[in-house]
């Protein structure tokens, strides 16, 4: 499976927009991009995925470069709800098996 | 509405015991899973069920038996547990199992001791 490589940590003002970038340089033609959340003590959820056009959602946009070696999350009013790990998954499309390959994620930090 | 419930939320026990950890999906969900994030928060799939058959089994010791007894539960016993067992397990359930059943929605997660 490719690998996805984020930052260990991001701070943010509230009502701030957050700009979480993962870098997939390894990234097949057949994966989809995908994110999750983990708020405290918690069970992630799911936030975005996309394959290759940028997609919005009521939680977040999904930007992906035209190369698709990396893309961005983006939150477009930070709220103290949104402190979480976000995770960005690579999941390839003839993976007909469902697993999510989690790594270490990015700690968004929100500060009033 | 809880869309996927497992219980016990705590769970202590000695080593060597054997217990249960149950899960639920009111979602109508074919496949289900079972995650498990260590001390360390990193989170790995242990086993995948889809219309009660195993799909997935992540090299996960045989002390960990997972049991479908229908398409809404996923149950995990495990036996004999050791320290190494402590962590936060997670169930997780999707309409299908491909990506293009997108969404995996968690649990609320079983803490599990080991003293």
């Known amino acids: 499976d490719a690998k996805t490589t984020q930052p260990n940590s991001m701070e943010s003002n509230e009502e701030e927009p957050v700009h979480l970038p993962c870098n997939h340089s390894?990234?097949?033609?057949?994966?989809?991009i995908h994110w999750y959340r983990q708020l405290p003590s918690q069970g992630p959820e799911y936030v975005i995925h996309?394959?290759?056009s940028n997609v919005n959602n009521r939680m977040a946009s999904l930007a992906i470069a035209e190369d698709r070696k990396s893309s961005t999350l983006i939150l477009h009013r930070a709220t103290l709800r949104d402190a979480a790990v976000y995770y960005c998954?690579?999941?390839?499309?003839?993976?007909?098996?469902?697993?999510?390959?989690f790594g270490a994620g990015t700690q968004v930090v929100v500060t009033p | 509405d809880t869309a996927v419930s497992q219980t016990p939320k705590y769970l202590v026990t000695q080593m060597g015991n054997d217990k249960s950890i149950k899960c639920e999906q009111n979602?109508?969900?074919?496949?289900m899973y079972w995650y498990k994030q260590d001390s360390k928060k990193f989170l790995k799939i242990m086993f995948s069920?889809?219309?009660?058959?195993?799909?997935i089994n992540e090299t996960v010791p045989n002390r960990f038996s997972p049991k479908s007894p229908d398409k809404a539960h996923l149950n995990l016993h495990i036996n004999s547990l050791e320290l190494g067992d402590s962590a936060v397990y997670f169930c997780?359930?999707?309409?299908?199992?491909?990506?293009?059943?997108?969404?995996?929605?968690f649990g609320p997660g079983t803490r599990l001791t080991v003293l």
């Open positions: 390894t990234i097949s033609g057949t994966d989809y």
């Open positions: 996309g394959l290759t």
């Open positions: 069920y889809n219309n009660k058959e195993l799909i």
């Open positions: 997780a359930s999707s309409l299908g199992q491909g990506p293009y059943f997108n969404e995996q929605f």
């Open positions: 998954i690579l999941r390839d499309v003839a993976d007909s098996w469902g697993k999510l390959q």
């Open positions: 979602l109508g969900h074919d496949t």
